[in-house]
């Protein structure tokens, strides 16, 4: 009986051969072999979608898998990590337990007119929330891809606003919900590892919000290597309805964009290009929000953060660290910077709303920074009685101005500090800070009028600085 069974078979995987060597692989076949299946040949699935029983595994032998989609359920695959198994024109779907992933397991077109949304996203789709993977993205490749809304660039009029002091306040958390949901590129699982040696860069949009790694919830994920994700503030089709005053047109294109996640690990690589923030790392302070809201541990190391139109990093969160990263070009004129066109931004959102989104156990330390509009600014970064520094600065050198405005427990530390950002926003220089310190510090220039401010309110210390020039 298992002798006729097998000629049978046979002779159907011989019906299935077309005149180019290829087979075309069918449903029948993956549930003759129950529990895995050997690829030696090219196989299409002619726009037909297997499905893979539980645990199934896919073995590759010098065959491969085109034109159709392949859905998982805990499924696996075992394959040479140099050899192409997925064409141009296959999906994938469903639940998938990878170990490592492979950028070349899948066909390359280097065309600069080549579109790789599809194969960002079949990548990232073998791996799961609950299972750990590791992805490379190996040298030599550059993946152009697009944002998948092409609508209007004027979102702020389709977004609901309240009237505050006689003036439209939108609510711009809204561009944050389902409804926006082609604004989101692409997404990273909880316990997934990349190294990325490769480029990802966006095509140039006319769209002022985006978010090319759209990250919610997610935990343990790590992004190491020596490549670069790009964002288009240098390449921005600007629209017509483009108004530098109007914040909800490109306040929001951000690169990676993480709302209440926990232990992030970014090194090495370099974000660049955002048209909003390049990487933000805060808590969620969305209406509907339940539970936990507040985004813990944060690790950023010798990362590159360059050519942010809005924020170089915004941070609203707890358990940070950052070192040895270098901030260029951040809310530069020359890409038309939005406010507060800062290298980095301390500044949990809406946190007189939602109390516990407050900044807590923040490090910045041994960091560069270089012809930025600001350096650092800060925005109500915690809450008042914390009773210890929430965001410590040590051993930095800030050649741009610093803002600072209605913050509490923040700490500066052997730093160099060319001066605080009174020529563009002099009434809000120190407004409403309490317990700050500046210790160890020199300043290129520094108003006395302000330095007796620091030294009169909020149990501010100024204590073992220089100063090379008074205004």
Same mark, same amino acid.
């Given at each position: 009986?298992?002798?006729?069974? *097998?000629?049978?078979?046979?002779?159907?995987?011989?019906?299935? *051969?077309?005149?180019?060597?290829?087979?075309?692989?069918?449903?029948?076949?993956?549930?003759?072999?129950?529990?895995?299946?050997?690829?030696?040949?090219?196989?299409?699935?002619?726009?037909?979608?297997?499905?893979?029983?539980?645990?199934?595994?896919?073995?590759?032998?010098?065959?491969?898998?085109?034109?159709?989609? %392949?859905?998982?359920?805990?499924?696996?695959?075992?394959?040479?990590?140099?050899?192409?198994?997925?064409?141009?024109?296959?999906?994938?779907?469903?639940?998938?337990?990878?170990?490592?992933?492979?950028?070349?397991?899948?066909?390359?077109?280097?065309?600069?007119?080549?579109?790789?949304?599809?194969?960002?996203?079949?990548?990232?789709?073998?791996?799961?929330?609950?299972?750990?993977?590791?992805?490379?993205?190996?040298?030599?490749?550059?993946?152009?891809?697009?944002?998948?809304?092409?609508?209007?660039?004027?979102?702020?009029?389709?977004?609901?606003?309240?009237?505050?002091?006689?003036?439209?306040?939108?609510?711009?958390?809204?561009?944050?919900?389902?409804?926006?949901?082609?604004?989101?590129?692409?997404?990273?699982?909880?316990? *997934?590892?990349?190294?990325?040696?490769?480029?990802?860069?966006?095509?140039?949009?006319?769209?002022?919000?985006?978010?090319?790694?759209?990250?919610?919830?997610?935990?343990?994920?790590?992004?190491?290597?020596?490549?670069?994700?790009?964002?288009?503030?240098?390449?921005?089709?600007?629209?017509?309805?483009?108004?530098?005053?109007?914040?909800?047109?490109?306040?929001?294109?951000?690169?990676?964009?993480?709302?209440?996640?926990?232990?992030?690990?970014?090194?090495?690589?370099?974000?660049?290009?955002?048209?909003?923030?390049?990487?933000?790392?805060?808590?969620?302070?969305?209406?509907?929000?339940?539970?936990?809201?507040?985004?813990?541990?944060?690790?950023?190391?010798?990362?590159?953060?360059?050519?942010?139109?809005?924020?170089?990093?915004?941070?609203?969160?707890?358990?940070?660290?950052?070192? #040895?990263?270098?901030?260029?070009?951040?809310?530069?004129?020359?890409?038309?910077?939005? /406010?507060?066109?800062?290298?980095?931004?301390?500044?949990?959102?809406?946190?007189?709303?939602? /109390?516990?989104?407050?900044?807590?156990?923040?490090? %910045?330390? #041994?960091?560069?920074?270089?012809?930025?509009?600001?350096?650092? #600014?800060?925005?109500?970064?915690?809450?008042?009685?914390?009773?210890?520094?929430?965001?410590?600065?040590?051993?930095?050198?800030?050649?741009?101005?610093?803002?600072?405005?209605?913050?509490?427990? %923040?700490?500066?530390?052997?730093?160099?500090?060319?001066?605080?950002?009174?020529?563009?926003?002099?009434?809000?220089?120190?407004?409403? *800070?309490?317990?700050?310190?500046?210790? #160890?510090?020199?300043?290129?220039?520094?108003?006395?009028?302000?330095?007796?401010?620091?030294?009169?309110?909020?149990?501010?210390?100024?204590?073992?600085?220089?100063?090379?020039?008074?205004?």
């Amino acid at each position: 009986m298992e002798k006729k069974y *097998t000629i049978l078979l046979l002779f159907f995987l011989i019906l299935c *051969t077309n005149v180019f060597g290829t087979s075309v692989l069918t449903q029948s076949m993956i549930d003759s072999f129950p529990d895995s299946f050997v690829v030696k040949r090219d196989y299409v699935l002619n726009g037909q979608n297997i499905i893979l029983p539980k645990g199934y595994v896919l073995k590759f032998s010098g065959g491969t898998i085109d034109e159709g989609s %392949m859905t998982g359920t805990k499924s696996k695959i075992i394959a040479s990590k140099d050899k192409n198994i997925f064409g141009l024109d296959i999906k994938i779907k469903g639940s998938w337990n990878v170990d490592f992933i492979y950028d070349q397991w899948f066909k390359f077109d280097t065309s600069r007119d080549f579109v790789s949304n599809t194969i960002i996203e079949n990548i990232l789709s073998l791996t799961d929330d609950n299972y750990k993977s590791h992805i490379y993205f190996g040298k030599g490749r550059i993946y152009y891809f697009n944002l998948p809304y092409n609508g209007r660039a004027d979102l702020g009029e389709v977004i609901s606003y309240n009237i505050v002091g006689g003036k439209k306040k939108r609510n711009y958390n809204e561009l944050y919900g389902k409804k926006f949901d082609n604004l989101k590129v692409f997404t990273i699982p909880s316990n *997934t590892s990349i190294t990325l040696d490769a480029e990802l860069c966006l095509n140039p949009t006319k769209q002022g919000v985006y978010f090319i790694f759209w990250e919610y919830g997610k935990k343990n994920v790590l992004i190491e290597g020596s490549g670069v994700i790009r964002g288009d503030s240098q390449t921005h089709i600007f629209a017509e309805t483009f108004n530098a005053d109007s914040k909800y047109y490109g306040e929001l294109g951000n690169v990676i964009n993480c709302f209440k996640c926990s232990n992030f690990i970014i090194k090495g690589i370099t974000v660049a290009d955002a048209f909003g923030d390049c990487i933000v790392f805060q808590g969620a302070n969305l209406a509907e929000e339940k539970g936990r809201r507040w985004a813990d541990g944060l690790k950023l190391e010798n990362v590159r953060i360059l050519n942010a139109r809005r924020n170089g990093v915004t941070i609203g969160a707890r358990n940070v660290s950052i070192k #040895n990263c270098y901030f260029k070009g951040c809310g530069s004129d020359v890409i038309k910077g939005t /406010p507060p066109r800062s290298a980095i931004d301390f500044e949990p959102d809406d946190l007189d709303v939602y /109390p516990d989104l407050y900044i807590d156990s923040v490090v %910045m330390q #041994n960091c560069v920074f270089e012809n930025n509009y600001i350096d650092v #600014n800060s925005f109500k970064v915690t809450k008042e009685d914390l009773g210890h520094p929430a965001v410590t600065i040590r051993n930095c050198s800030f050649h741009s101005p610093i803002h600072i405005n209605t913050s509490s427990w %923040m700490r500066f530390e052997n730093c160099y500090i060319e001066r605080f950002n009174t020529e563009n926003y002099k009434a809000s220089v120190f407004v409403g *800070t309490n317990d700050f310190a500046f210790l #160890n510090c020199t300043f290129g220039s520094l108003q006395r009028n302000l330095q007796a401010k620091v030294y009169l309110q909020g149990r501010n210390k100024f204590e073992n600085c220089k100063v090379l020039k008074y205004d």
